[in-house]
């Protein structure tokens, strides 16, 4: 589907890295790998995005994502809620966890004042909020439709990664840029999958990442909040 040119502004006001969410304060166990040299390299960064698309809790946030846009469309806020309170259950560490709700809630406090006329609509989610569901709830203010929005939140998180790995490991900027553009595939492909994906396909396999967060919450010197 072809976006109008309102659909395409407002998707990209939603995945711009300005928005004012804190979503650059966070490495989601990211600076832990780099401490321990787990991650050293362009390579290895590459190779654990990868695996986070493919088996990761981002996975999860986009299943959730597609069952909340068709909550919304239907007004079916007890579905919403349920959903978002799923996110909470599957969150495994507690940074994680503070994380999604200190940027669903800032989110939907901003998109409050700027489009005032969902109010209605965002005072029917039990705060707090996690922030797939914020994102899709602005989204449908915003008429982008799924395939639009879940890309674009795929592509904002690994665009967050990445920046945080040009500054840990660290990275040039240009083969920060190459690591997202070789991404391109894998993410429309991940975005394809969660459209179609059923309920039996909401798992995730990554242990790995909350290890990192866990072991991220109590080390000693950091650059990122989680």
Known sequence: MKLSNYQLLALLQLVSPSLPVGAYSYSEGLESLVEQEIITDAGGLDHWLRRELRYGAIQLEGGVMVRSHSCLLTQDWQGLNHW????????????????????????????????????AMIEQITPPCHYAIAFTLA????????????????????????????????????????????????????????????????????????????????????????
């Not at 929005?149 to 040039?172: D, E, Q």
């Not at 492909?189 to 290890?211: P, V, Y």
Request: neutral net charge; aromatic residues 8%; contains cysteine.
């Open 84 to 119: 978002n309170q799923w996110l909470s259950a599957t969150r495994e560490t507690r940074e994680l966890r503070q994380q999604s709700w200190q940027m669903g809630d800032s989110l939907l406090k901003l998109w409050t004042k700027v489009q005032p006329e969902g109010r």
């Open 139 to 226: 989204a449908t203010l915003g008429q982008i439709p799924p395939e639009s929005f879940i890309l674009g939140y795929l592509h904002s998180w690994a665009t967050n990664m990445i920046n945080g790995g040009v500054k840990l490991i660290p990275l040039g900027q240009t083969q920060g840029q190459q690591l997202l553009f070789n991404l391109s595939p894998l993410l429309d492909k991940i975005t394809a999958q969660l459209l179609s994906s059923s309920e039996d396909d909401l798992e995730t396999c990554s242990w790995g990442a909350t290890l990192a967060s866990m072991y991220h919450e109590t080390q000693y010197t950091r650059l990122f909040r989680s």
